[in-house]
């Protein structure tokens, strides 16, 4: 049983560049969230995305956008990247929206 | 509101035991957490705790919660080298589904 799998693991993008990460939960999971960690900072809360919506969205600018798809995929997209957007890209999937968060590895953007 | 804190850094001798600390400060706090992340990895939960309870043992892991304080702390006992990661506690709110608010990490580090 595979667990929640990111790509791409690394990838290097310069400021104003656009980029798209992607998540493939748990099977049997339906509901993704994401998380981004700077270096020596614990995770914050991106967005979550449940029945391909949207449904909680924590502090960050409308730079930072998301999709999920019919087999509960998803995809984090970030614009005009900043410097400061450099970090860890978790992805965590759960079982409805309550239930209990599993994590990837992450994807580690660089932006230079 | 939201905010966990933590000690930055713990020393520890293999075999000895590890205590590292959290405190929260939102009393609704339903559940609370620590997860391990080891370097270039995501995060693993290590163990949980329900509100109303107040201490949870996992063979080596001994978790302790003192509500009235919003103090929580992760026992680890007999440690070892490969318990040298980081470690974040993380809280879970009534009304926030399962998005979870973390601590900025305690690195433990396990000297032989």
């Known amino acids: 049983d595979a667990g929640v799998t990111q790509s791409p693991t690394h990838l290097i993008k310069t400021r104003g560049q656009q980029v798209t990460l992607r998540c493939s939960p748990k099977?049997?999971?339906?509901?993704v969230s994401w998380y981004q960690q700077a270096l020596g900072q614990g995770p914050q809360f991106i967005f979550q995305?449940?029945?391909?919506?949207?449904?909680q969205r924590g502090n960050f600018p409308d730079r930072f956008s998301g999709h999920q798809f019919p087999n509960y995929s998803s995809e984090l997209n970030v614009n005009a990247l900043l410097l400061g957007d450099s970090a860890l890209y978790l992805c965590a999937s759960s079982f409805s929206r309550t239930g209990e968060l599993f994590f990837g590895e992450g994807s580690r953007l660089t932006v230079l | 509101g939201e905010d966990v804190e933590q000690s930055l850094f713990l020393s520890v001798r293999e075999g000895d035991s590890s205590v590292i600390n959290c405190t929260y400060t939102?009393?609704?706090?339903?559940?609370l957490y620590w997860y391990k992340q080891e370097p270039g990895a995501g995060l693993q939960l290590l163990t949980y705790i329900f509100s109303n309870m107040d201490m949870k043992q996992d063979q080596r892991l001994t978790v302790l919660l003192n509500k009235k304080d919003k103090h929580l702390s992760l026992r680890i006992a007999d440690t070892q080298t490969g318990d040298s990661a980081i470690y974040f506690c993380a809280e879970r709110l009534p009304a926030a589904g399962n998005k979870l608010t973390f601590g900025g990490g305690t690195r433990v580090l396990v000297k032989p």
């Open positions: 995305y449940y029945e391909e919506e949207e449904r």
């Open positions: 099977s049997g999971h339906d509901t």
């Open positions: 939102d009393s609704s706090s339903t559940y």
